[in-house]
DNA sequence: ACACAGCTTGCAACCGATTGCAGACTCAAT
DNA sequence: ATTGAGTCTGCAATCGGTTGCAAGCTGTGT
């Protein structure tokens, strides 16, 4: 049904070969070929049939995206980015969506590595060995999670952490909860590890609740042992478990911010909804969905250019500062979910 | 780097035909053959290269599909019930997200069209005449949408807002708001027409107070003219708008339900984290999703079948019932946002 | 006039599968 | 032994592009 190369080069009266090159390398033909091989392109409306292309180069042009959960507004942020920015570069984007099932993130991987160029795996739960392992037989990027020898995209954890406890210190806050998700999840780590080093050096108390699913009910189920702790504020894993801290506080009968501060991370669209509203540390999901496209068409390009050799040659573009890893800084945005500190405890 | 069809038919120690037929016409080669092929395979963890098979069949193995907003739960709910159920008919699923952008839509069909066996468009803005177009020269599944001749999956709205309005009569609501989403919407349409029928045949009096963005900004925008209406029910367009509703009249100082009642469409996760939690209508999105890749692999396997002679032959899959259009019905989903109408009114 | 370089273009092989056709083989019936 | 039907397998063409190689053409220097 579609035109095919051949149909093109009659019509141009030129060989296949011609058609080809014209349209790729178009430096190698004569203008006036060139020209007419333009004319019956777009005549016949020909696009080059992707799967006979990448049967001979090797490439699909296709780059695979694999989250934990579509459903989850932070994970469908990164996916808008991920896909506008693969578009711009005319790839297209294979979603997978792992339900949240670990045990099965890394059957969906080997099965989409057979069909795409390479892999972008966002907040993958798997252990570092099998993330080195996958990353053996494919080209892969990392989102919002770091492992060693493998590019990828991560969070100023500490930074944005560092903010939140500054805001609160700011507010009189002195005995800060913090509500972790799960336990082997990298950012938990790295938040918590950040909320440390951020008390310390501005003298409050941190107190960890343990940790929760990064859910609306996580939030619900943290709420009581958060108001245990007698901390006038708290720093949830993200804006979900802030979310469910916040209708559980309210069930209990204490008021946000009157009687204990809540700071959320991600600043989801729920965030602003919420009531009240919440402070949270905004989290550039898009910008991380782009750069990690970024980062693996670059490596796709010169399959040389790895985590390790980057710095030796570092040529990169533009917003990849010569490393294939990049660091995005979280934005503290304040609304009504933090105040200052009561004078009197609320245990009291 | 992986194993060709070549490689396994020199182990097996036969021809690349053979193991070719061995796995996809098990029928028609010899039992033994079959297991030495079958041996070779998993030794060499061979599998056929999607590329070349396509070249030949003319199909790729893959379907696209377009949404307006990634990052609209609405949206993530049918791409993941799309997603799920392509891959278990090893299919893969191109995602493409408009960004709400009308213009941006048909492109992004057409060029997805070269690239797919079938495409489905879920909650389309284009018109009729461009969606025809369309069809024509690809196998579309339309979900949220209706359009004459192109097989598709609906919300039985009319359904959905008649459980809307006989709670609210039974609590004791005469006056019912309604707030709209984008005029030209289809299910904008059909839901004003459904509570229209409700209304007129349940004894209340419908306030149509126009259209607004499908958004909580939109919902923000119109509580005023909810208010001003004189209603002590209303029904929104969906969750966003009615979150948005509960936000604004909350900053009018009025209660819900004490003074008004509200009642969205799509059941979101966000509406039970409300405050008070939302009474909505709730669609199942998933199982939409799920709906239109069977239409889509069924009209894609026998390409007779269109919504058109589907009546005549009928013989489809399970869910269908014989009819290549799914109908899906809401489920009304009573929270605390709705509760008897006050003895006066709130203008009192 | 001749050789040679440089620029364009075509031929043909190739990527990795599928499939129509025909050949080889088995077995039973005549 | 011959024929015929039926089963299984291989050959070779094909899908729609890309690319190494060689050949044609033009123009320049001698």
Same mark, same amino acid.
């Given at each position: 049904?579609?035109?095919?190369?051949r149909?093109?080069?009659?019509?141009a009266?030129?060989?296949?070969?011609?058609?080809?090159r014209?349209?790729?390398l178009?430096?190698?033909?004569? #203008?006036?070929?060139?020209?007419r091989? @333009?004319?019956a392109? +777009?005549q016949?409306?020909?696009?080059? /049939?992707r =799967? &006979?292309?990448g049967?001979?180069?090797?490439r699909?042009?296709?780059?695979?995206?694999?989250?934990?959960?579509?459903a989850?507004?932070?994970?469908?942020?990164?996916?808008?980015?991920?896909?506008?920015?693969?578009?711009?570069?005319?790839v297209s984007?294979?979603?997978?969506?792992?339900?949240?099932?670990p045990a099965?993130e890394?059957?969906?991987?080997?099965a989409?590595?057979?069909?795409?160029d390479?892999?972008?795996?966002?907040?993958p739960r #798997?252990?570092?060995?099998e993330?080195? @392992?996958?990353?053996? +037989?494919?080209t892969?990027?990392l989102? /919002?999670? =770091? &492992?060693?020898?493998?590019?990828?995209v991560?969070?100023d954890?500490?930074?944005?952490?560092?903010q939140?406890v500054?805001?609160l210190?700011?507010?009189?806050?002195q005995?800060?909860?913090?509500v972790?998700?799960?336990?082997?999840?990298?950012s938990?780590?790295?938040?918590?590890?950040?909320?440390?080093?951020?008390?310390?050096e501005?003298?409050?108390?941190?107190?960890?609740?343990?940790?929760?699913?990064?859910?609306?009910?996580?939030?619900?189920a943290a709420?009581?042992?958060?108001? @245990?702790?007698?901390?006038?504020?708290?720093?949830?894993?993200?804006?979900?478990? &802030?979310i469910?801290?916040?209708?559980?506080?309210?069930?209990?009968?204490?008021?946000?911010?009157?009687d204990?501060?809540?700071?959320?991370?991600d600043?989801?669209a729920?965030?602003?909804?919420a009531?009240p509203?919440?402070?949270?540390?905004?989290?550039?999901?898009?910008?991380?969905?782009?750069?990690?496209?970024?980062?693996?068409?670059?490596m796709l390009?010169?399959?040389e250019?790895?985590?390790?050799?980057?710095?030796?040659?570092?040529?990169?573009?533009?917003?990849?500062?010569?490393?294939?890893?990049g660091?995005?800084?979280?934005?503290?945005?304040?609304?009504d979910?933090?105040g200052?500190?009561?004078?009197?405890?609320?245990?009291d």
């Amino acid at each position: 049904m579609a035109a095919t190369i051949r149909d093109v080069a009659r019509l141009a009266g030129v060989s296949p070969s011609t058609v080809s090159r014209a349209l790729s390398l178009p430096g190698m033909v004569n #203008a006036a070929t060139r020209a007419r091989v @333009a004319a019956a392109v +777009d005549q016949l409306g020909y696009e080059p /049939n992707r =799967a &006979a292309r990448g049967l001979i180069t090797g490439r699909t042009g296709t780059i695979g995206l694999v989250v934990p959960d579509l459903a989850n507004p932070f994970f469908a942020g990164v996916t808008k980015g991920v896909q506008a920015r693969a578009r711009r570069h005319d790839v297209s984007v294979f979603v997978a969506d792992t339900d949240e099932d670990p045990a099965a993130e890394a059957g969906l991987v080997r099965a989409l590595s057979k069909q795409v160029d390479g892999v972008i795996l966002c907040s993958p739960r #798997a252990s570092n060995d099998e993330l080195a @392992a996958i990353a053996q +037989d494919t080209t892969v990027v990392l989102v /919002n999670r =770091a &492992a060693e020898g493998i590019p990828g995209v991560t969070y100023d954890n500490e930074g944005g952490m560092r903010q939140a406890v500054a805001h609160l210190v700011a507010l009189g806050h002195q005995r800060i909860a913090w509500v972790g998700g799960p336990a082997k999840s990298w950012s938990t780590q790295h938040r918590g590890l950040g909320l440390r080093n951020a008390a310390e050096e501005l003298r409050a108390k941190l107190a960890p609740v343990g940790n929760f699913a990064p859910t609306y009910e996580g939030g619900m189920a943290a709420a009581d042992q958060v108001i @245990a702790t007698g901390a006038t504020a708290v720093v949830a894993y993200n804006d979900l478990v &802030a979310i469910g801290l916040l209708a559980r506080l309210h069930a209990r009968g204490l008021s946000v911010p009157g009687d204990l501060s809540v700071v959320g991370v991600d600043d989801i669209a729920m965030a602003s909804m919420a009531r009240p509203a919440l402070t949270t540390v905004r989290l550039p999901k898009q910008e991380a969905g782009r750069i990690a496209v970024e980062l693996l068409l670059t490596m796709l390009d010169d399959p040389e250019s790895t985590a390790a050799s980057a710095g030796a040659d570092g040529e990169l573009r533009g917003e990849l500062h010569g490393e294939l890893h990049g660091e995005l800084h979280g934005e503290l945005i304040v609304r009504d979910s933090t105040g200052p500190a009561p004078r009197t405890q609320p245990s009291d």
